[in-house]
């Protein structure tokens, strides 16, 4: 333990660096993920073959190792933020995407026809009802992703890309010598409590988003 603080203590400022850069590019993948997940699950959740087809695809991606894709990616897009990024995303598309297509899916048809009834178009019906009911459905399924990308963004360190995974690899590559163990627990420690302070402000998130009436 004492090598362990002692280590944390002498790279505290890089640790922060790269912490910042890691809960930055999870941030990122996910935010760019919901909004092609949302995308295409409004597209999609109203014909039963075309919510089967994307979201077979999008767990297709899944089942692809990731140290195979981004080794796929890397011809085209290089090393580093580009690969990572364009892999994070492709990840967490599943989750949100499934939730998506079953929230929408799961709003009331009686809501739907008064809401035509009192004259509102498909935009403003999805807009104003669809969406904000599907909402929670959508939010767990962004906490869901969050929790998945945040460990494969460790494995990305492969691919020099940003983040705590370099910290671990560094660390197991160098096992034998005073600092490596300390250096890949501590990498390795940070990426779960990272992880839960991510799931923490989603769950706030939700506290503010939705509507007392939905979450009851």
Do not use: C
């Not at 919901?34 to 994307?54: D, E, F, M």
């Not at 598309?93 to 008064?114: Q, Y």
């Not at 963004?153 to 671990?168: Q, T």
């Amino acid at each position: 333990m004492d090598a362990l603080w002692s280590f944390v203590v002498n790279r505290r400022e890089q640790l922060l660096v790269d912490s910042y850069l890691h809960v930055s590019a999870v941030v990122q993948s996910l935010v760019v993920a919901t909004l092609i997940a949302v995308a295409l699950g409004v597209l999609v959740y109203r014909s039963p073959l075309g919510s089967a087809a994307a979201t077979a695809t999008a767990g297709a991606i899944l089942t692809v190792p990731s140290f195979a894709l981004l080794g796929l990616l890397i011809p085209f897009l290089g090393l580093g933020v580009g690969p990572t990024i364009v892999a994070l995303v492709l990840y967490a598309l599943l989750p949100i995407l499934r939730n998506t297509v079953l929230g929408l899916s799961s709003v009331d048809p009686a809501v739907i026809d008064a809401a035509r009834g009192v004259g509102m178009n498909r935009l403003r019906l999805l807009a104003k009802i669809e969406l904000p009911l599907a909402w929670p459905a959508i939010l767990t399924g962004m906490r869901v992703s969050t929790q998945m990308i945040m460990g494969i963004l460790a494995l990305a360190a492969y691919a020099k890309g940003p983040g705590l995974g370099n910290l671990i690899f560094s660390g197991l590559s160098r096992l034998g010598s005073p600092n490596a163990v300390p250096q890949a627990l501590t990498g390795t420690v940070l990426i779960v409590v990272l992880a839960l302070a991510l799931d923490g402000v989603l769950l706030l998130l939700g506290r503010l988003t939705i509507s007392r009436g939905i979450r009851d």
